[in-house]
């Protein structure tokens, strides 16, 4: 038992371990729509940059949760990550909803796992969740609602070229 442990709920420890798996997740998710726009037949070089940011965001995001499971005593617990569920898209809209709809489960899994953490009155860890991803989950929510407004209003072909032209 780790000297450092007080007060961590285990229902807390086996949530973080579950979220720093979806937090891989979206970045496998987000680095295959990275690829798929990089391919020479589809050839949206700022939108593959901004997936592979995103990727790395995720990455980043999930980091945080191992070093604050190391901090608090816990254990992380890896598991498998599982092959994004689409890596081939119809249109950048598609690629754009999928997007959204992830940050959307994400979202909502945090929300998930604050409710946890107010279960156990673990009220270090609600600041954590609400200090550290929250208000960014909802910030990028809007942002990518709004990306599909605007691919929705391009529609295809040079409308989308020119949106990855603009696209920052």
């Not at 038992?1 to 579950?18: W, Y």
């Not at 979206?26 to 690829?35: D, L, Q, T, W």
């Not at 600041?127 to 709004?146: M, N, P, R, S």
Request: proline residues 1%; hydrophobic residues 40%; glycine residues 6%.
């Amino acid at each position: 038992m780790s000297r450092a442990r007080q007060l961590f709920n285990e229902e807390c420890e086996a949530g973080i371990n579950a979220q720093i798996n979806m937090e891989f997740g979206a970045m496998y998710a987000y680095e295959a729509m990275a690829a798929y726009f990089d391919r020479d037949d589809v050839a949206l070089p700022n939108i593959s940059s901004f997936f592979k940011d995103s990727a790395a965001e995720e990455k980043d995001h999930a980091e945080k949760l191992i070093e604050y499971q190391n901090k608090r005593g816990g254990r992380v617990v890896l598991k498998a990550i599982a092959a994004p569920e689409k890596q081939e898209f119809a249109s950048a809209l598609e690629a754009f909803e999928a997007a959204l709809d992830l940050e959307k489960k994400v979202n909502g899994s945090l929300l998930n796992l604050h409710a946890t953490s107010d279960k156990h009155n673990d009220y270090q860890f609600s600041d954590f969740i609400e200090g550290e991803y929250l208000k960014e989950q909802v910030d990028a929510i809007k942002q990518l609602a709004g990306y599909v407004a605007q691919l929705k209003r391009v529609g295809e072909g040079h409308g989308v070229y020119h949106f990855d032209k603009t696209f920052k």
